[in-house]
């Protein structure tokens, strides 16, 4: 290990970075890395996009900061195209995923408050999840992995299966305010929701007056070729996160909700001094003229079904090292049979950077502006690792 006065929160790679040009990541040796793991689903638009270093260069020169306490026009607007492109009708802007988590939740428990239920602040989420590393969040997520050592864990949270209606209705109750969900699990392992079991939740949450909450921190902004994966299949939420992909690299985050949520956060009620500030609302709206330009998502969805064809061809052809491909748009994932972290170190070495996830899934959410040509090479150093790993085991076998 080298020193470092870092944390020793993160296993870092042998990558020290340097500088990035659209779907590469050029570390200070040299190295040159497909990235598809675009920073965990949030190059949207891969590294440096022109659009989007004049807009923040732009914005730079002109005001960084003011707070909340005045209007800021770049929020006004990104916040407009948010609600004209989406179910919503209200927007906050934050600086995180969690943050926007944190936002839904505290927006529906407030909701039910104002309505005379002061006891309903319960929030039903699902196995595999994960909302953020918060104290709410990972009581949120439920991971015992992410919750041990850190004190009680924060009440009202209650977690049951996914994809299994009948447990849900076990679990909700009186006390119950909002259901949270990812309309696709990402660190979970790329665990798609089936549209029926979503469209079950949305009628369970009407009949019993419980908000639906999205978090489309990952799935969001393009990822899946839709703006938001749940525009699939046509469920909406009552309250959604934002966060990752919005941004395209800035930090940023947003809550949308529909006009009666949102209501519940009158003044005084929750803020936040760095959310919405000019930086990000510059970035933001850089990135949605891109995602919203005419044939953009298509594009998405067209590359999504070349990329996961030819990654079901690579599975088929290792049944040593791979199980399964799965997801949806660029939002994709390869079930490992040999150890995910073992199969990504060996991708890096070939030069492309995957995610490891749940369930032993490499995640592979490369920029949504990557070329047929820049697929097939990530397909063809895929491959290479998966030889690899496979030359690995006749060795680790004669041995
Ligand atoms: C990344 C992620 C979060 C947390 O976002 P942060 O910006 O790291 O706080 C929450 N939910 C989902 C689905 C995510 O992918």
């Given amino acids: 290990m080298s020193e470092t006065a870092l944390f020793g929160n993160y296993a870092r790679s042998n990558i020290e970075v340097d500088h990035g040009e659209g779907v590469w990541l050029v570390g200070k040796d040299g190295r040159r890395f497909l990235d598809c793991g675009s920073g965990i689903a949030v190059n949207a638009l891969g590294h440096c996009h022109p659009h989007l270093v004049s807009a923040l260069q732009d914005q730079a020169a002109k005001l960084w900061h003011t707070s909340n306490l005045h209007k800021i026009p770049g929020g006004e607007r990104l916040a407009q195209r948010l609600v004209d492109n989406t179910f919503a009708e209200k927007v906050l802007f934050v600086n995180s995923g969690a943050e926007a988590m944190e936002a839904a939740i505290k927006c529906a428990r407030r909701y039910q408050y104002n309505n005379g239920n002061p006891d309903r602040y319960h929030i039903v989420t699902f196995e595999g999840a994960f909302h953020g590393r918060t104290i709410a969040t990972i009581a949120a997520g439920g991971q015992a992995k992410y919750l041990e050592g850190f004190g009680p864990k924060a009440p009202g949270f209650d977690q049951t299966t996914p994809g299994d209606l009948e447990a849900l209705k076990q679990v909700i109750g009186p006390q119950t305010a909002a259901i949270a969900i990812e309309p696709i699990q990402g660190e979970g392992g790329i665990k798609e929701m089936h549209a029926d079991f979503l469209r079950g939740v949305r009628r369970l949450c009407d009949e019993h007056g419980i908000l639906l909450i999205f978090d489309e921190i990952q799935t969001g902004v393009g990822r899946t070729g839709k703006l938001f994966a749940h525009q699939l299949i046509g469920v909406e939420p009552d309250l959604m996160a934002v966060a990752k992909g919005i941004g395209g690299g800035f930090p940023m985050g947003a809550c949308l909700a529909t006009a009666e949520a949102a209501e519940a956060l009158a003044p005084g009620t929750h803020g936040t001094t760095f959310g919405g500030n000019p930086l990000a609302m510059a970035v933001g709206n850089a990135v949605l003229d891109v995602v919203l330009e005419d044939g953009f998502l298509e594009e998405v969805q067209a590359k999504g079904l070349s990329f996961k064809q030819k990654l079901a061809g690579l599975v088929d052809s290792h049944p040593k ?79």
């Fill in 321 to 399: 090292v791979f199980a399964e491909v799965r997801g949806v748009g660029l939002m994709l994932g390869i079930r490992c049979t040999v150890p995910v972290g073992d199969y990504v170190a060996l991708a890096r070495d070939a030069g492309l950077l995957a995610v490891p996830a749940g369930d032993n899934v490499a995640r592979i959410l490369p920029p949504l502006t990557i070329s047929e040509d820049e697929i097939s090479m990530a397909v063809e150093r895929l491959e290479q690792a998966a030889a690899a790993m496979e030359a690995n085991m006749v060795e680790g076998a004669a041995e």
